[in-house]
Structure formats: C-alpha cells, structure tokens
C-alpha cells in the first residue's frame, strides 16, 4: 500500500512540473509573438519615416 501511496505522488508531482512546463512555454511563446509583433509595427513606421524623407528629398 505504500509503494502504491508514493507511486500516487511521483504521479501526481510529474503531472503538476509538466502544466507548470506546459503553461511557462505558452507564456513564453505569447511574450515573443507580443514583442516581435510591437517591433515589426516599429520598423514599418521608420521605414514609412524614410521613404517620405526620401520623397522629400527628391523633390
């Protein structure tokens, strides 16, 4: 009965450090999408910047 008790633990430990694994992968992965997504917004905006300075210049 207790090999079975401990067996139930370990189980119930492995389950819980995988979630805990699972879920910090997601945050992870929703942190990069957020911060990759704000810099590609920013370097479309410099580039528009550039190009109407270009625009200008050419004028």
Known sequence: MLIMGRASATFENW???WL???FQAV???AAKHVMFRAGAR???R???KIDHLIRKASE
């Open 27 to 29: 945050q992870l992965l």
């Open 15 to 17: 389950q819980s450090e």
């Open 46 to 48: 410099i580039e528009a």
């Open 20 to 22: 805990q694994l699972i």
């Open 42 to 44: 920013d370097l479309e």
